[in-house]
């Protein structure tokens, strides 16, 4: 056969085949065949479910991320993000700069959680795996790991999390604070020097714009006690409020030069008493709170929290 006859019938095929009222005539005599209604029904079913499982939601996230950049954050990205329907997500060397100038960068991030729960329920829930956690800012650096779970209500993606639980261990923190200045001891700078967390043990329920501590345990040599209290967010984070008691076990090293002053701050089960309320860039300290927690009324204790060696 030479290239013309090929050609003709190629194209006389061609024409059978765009002859719609013949290709449906074949239509319905193949949906007359047994359950032919049940197995169109099921590819187009799993051409759906492959569509959404092969999605690529790493693509979400750096949008996500993208539209962050234009409300509270300056710059955000990552250099790996892998993420699926109901998989773990990844994020490898996140670096975010925020507005006020402060860095955070996370070497690794694991995030189990599903995103078809957040798309679909509009909650965060699952654990989160963070390694090499940094943050610096002027005056101040925090370096960690931490693990814990996470669950956060929102009514939208755009507000604060309506309610929630938050609960974390921190290993090895090294915290580095600028200096301290509390109104009601005339504006005395408190320089404490860097110090080792061994672990932190946080716990924590959110309810509308205010954090509540539940429990925050400090275990170390350099720094030794609790935190409890609450936290208010501010629409601007540095404007946000703080309401706690911080409980230190006197012997711990950070607090050094610094004995004979707190020795005023002491109750009878030798821990040092410092309620803090006020902004969070300059709270004062309570002083009617610090004699309400003088001997034996401390409300949240640390005696069985023992410095570690």
Known sequence: ??????????????????????????????????????????????????????????MLIRNRLAAMEKTVLKTAHANEISAGLFDT???????????????????????????????????????????????????SQVNLNCNGNVFLDFKTFSEFPRSGSVTAIVDNAVIK??????????????TLPPMMIKSMKIESEISGRTIRLKSVRLFGNDLNGSIAGSITIAKHFL?????????????????????DFLAQFTNSSNQIVLPLKGPLLNPRLDMGRVEAAGPGSSDHPIDQILPVP
Request: glycine share 6%; proline share 3%.
């Open 1 to 58: 056969m030479d290239i013309a006859g090929i050609k003709n019938l190629i194209l006389s095929n061609l024409k059978s085949f765009v002859n719609f009222s013949l290709l449906w005539s074949r239509v319905k005599e193949a949906l007359k065949l047994p359950y032919a209604k049940t197995y169109i029904a099921l590819s187009l079913f799993m051409t759906l479910v492959f569509i959404v499982v092969t999605f690529p939601y790493d």
């Open 239 to 259: 404007n946000s409020r703080i309401d706690v008691v911080i409980t230190l076990n006197p012997e711990s090293v950070a607090l050094a030069d610094y004995r």
């Open 177 to 190: 604070l600028g200096d301290l200045k509390l109104d009601s001891l005339g504006g005395l700078p408190l």
């Open 89 to 139: 997500i990844t994020l490898g060397n996140l670096y975010i700069l925020l507005r006020t100038g402060s860095e955070i960068s996370v070497r690794n991030a694991e995030i189990d959680l599903s995103l078809f729960r957040i798309l679909f329920a509009r909650d965060v829930k699952g654990t989160v795996q963070l390694t090499g956690f940094r943050y610096t800012s002027d005056t």
